[in-house]
């Protein structure tokens, strides 16, 4: 509870500014793997301004769960969008994980795609520093005491509860640290970095083990437990699917001009904080485009059996598609050996592969 009083007084009431490429730019975590000082440390992350440099410095034990939480939450956004025209493909570069999709100096930076990517990195960063704390990884966190309650009937508290609202605190700190402007765009991000945190927290849930004899469960100690990532994954792609369409109003207030967000349509509910938000249409990513972050569908992998965003009539944005055949190397014929072994054959299977052209 110090520790965590000690990170608001660094953090609240500062004015931040923080670049969502450097956000995003830690995604890489190579930094983290091979640098030993705390000055150097920090300061090989791109775009981090002086603000930014502090927090890491003054708490660098938590920066390599950041990095990892930033790398999960790509890696499952390329999960889900694996059969999209945008496929939240990376570029290979330091500075830009995601590409100008994100970047508001480029077009396209508040459309449903930046939503979802807003969501899942900040999710992502809470989810990997509770894990951390809960592994016991870090001295500034650790295991969550203050919301357990009395047990259940036929179970008591055990193991090490997962202290998730630590883990948004960080994130809401490092990942908001930029939304600091009275514009739209600040606005929407603030939202869907929240919205993606939140999904931890509703997910929240007890995690039980059976002790006793031969297996009997006479006693289970349970403790509050994270989700599976891949579940808020799915939740947040359910979000993205059904985002609300936004638009900008202007008015003033006493420190001058600030843009808001309504719902676009009158007779649509207003969103939740836990909806996504979005208020400019998506390219079609078809085509390659440096201003929208675009690579293209082109040489992309199609199923020339589905209907759906992944067949080759919408994948391909009817340029059509070509057809090779594949060799590959697979393990057939298994069998089960008493006792204890599997033998299997090798097969050579051919496959169609279907391409965009």
């Known amino acids: 509870a110090a520790d965590l009083g000690r990170l608001l007084v660094v953090i609240i009431g500062e004015t931040q500014v923080?670049?969502?490429?450097?956000?995003?730019?830690?995604?890489?975590?190579?930094?983290?793997?091979?640098?030993?000082?705390?000055?150097?440390?920090?300061?090989?992350?791109?775009?981090?301004?002086?603000?930014?440099?502090?927090?890491?410095?003054?708490?660098?034990?938590?920066?390599?769960?950041?990095?990892?939480?930033?790398?999960?939450?790509?890696?499952?956004?390329?999960?889900?969008?694996?059969?999209?025209?945008?496929?939240?493909?990376?570029?290979?570069?330091?500075?830009?994980?995601?590409?100008?999709?994100?970047?508001?100096?480029?077009?396209?930076?508040?459309?449903?795609?930046?939503?979802?990517?807003h969501a899942i990195a900040s999710a992502g960063v809470a989810f990997a520093v509770t894990r951390s704390c809960a592994e016991g990884t870090s001295t500034m966190c650790g295991c969550d005491s203050h919301h357990k309650g009395p047990p259940g009937e036929g179970w008591k508290w055990g193991g090490c509860s997962e202290d998730a609202e630590f883990g948004v605190l960080v994130s809401r700190e490092f990942a908001d640290a930029?939304?600091?402007?009275?514009?739209?765009?600040?606005?929407?991000?603030?939202?869907?970095?929240?919205?993606?945190r939140t999904t931890i927290l509703d997910h929240m849930h007890l995690r039980c083990k059976c002790h006793g004899l031969s297996g009997s469960c006479e006693v289970k100690t349970c403790w509050w437990a994270q989700p599976d990532f891949r579940m808020?994954?799915?939740?947040?792609?359910?979000?993205?699917?059904?985002?609300?369409?936004?638009?900008?109003?202007?008015?003033?207030?006493?420190r001058g001009w600030v843009e808001t967000l309504r719902?676009?349509?009158?007779?649509?509910?207003?969103?939740?904080?836990?909806?996504?938000?979005?208020?400019?249409?998506?390219?079609?990513f078809c085509e390659?485009?440096?201003?929208?972050?675009?690579?293209?569908?082109?040489?992309?992998?199609?199923?020339?059996?589905?209907?759906?965003?992944?067949?080759?009539?919408?994948?391909?944005?009817?340029?059509?598609?070509?057809?090779?055949?594949?060799?590959?190397?697979?393990?057939?014929h298994c069998i089960f050996h008493w006792c204890c072994y599997v033998s299997c054959q090798e097969c050579v299977r051919v496959y169609d592969v279907h391409t965009c052209k």
């Not at 719902?263 to 079609?284: C, I, M, Q, W």
């Open 18 to 117: 923080f670049r969502c490429a450097a956000f995003l730019s830690l995604a890489l975590g190579q930094q983290y793997s091979s640098l030993g000082s705390q000055p150097l440390l920090c300061g090989s992350i791109p775009g981090l301004v002086p603000k930014q440099l502090r927090f890491c410095r003054n708490y660098i034990e938590i920066m390599p769960s950041v990095a990892e939480g930033v790398k999960l939450g790509i890696q499952e956004c390329q999960h889900q969008f694996r059969g999209r025209r945008w496929n939240c493909t990376t570029i290979k570069d330091n500075l830009a994980i995601f590409g100008p999709v994100l970047d508001k100096e480029r077009k396209w930076s508040t459309t449903r795609e930046s939503a979802f990517v």
């Open 178 to 196: 930029r939304e600091n402007r009275p514009d739209a765009r600040s606005a929407m991000n603030r939202h869907n970095n929240e919205a993606g």
């Open 232 to 254: 808020l994954g799915d939740y947040l792609k359910d979000k993205y699917d059904s985002a609300s369409e936004m638009v900008v109003e202007k008015h003033r207030e006493s």
């Open 263 to 284: 719902v676009k349509y009158a007779f649509f509910k207003h969103p939740t904080e836990r909806d996504l938000v979005y208020y400019e249409g998506s390219p079609n």
């Open 288 to 332: 390659p485009n440096p201003e929208t972050g675009s690579f293209g569908t082109r040489d992309r992998v199609c199923n020339v059996s589905s209907h759906g965003i992944e067949g080759c009539d919408l994948l391909c944005c009817g340029r059509g598609h070509n057809t090779r055949t594949e060799k590959r190397k697979e393990k057939c």
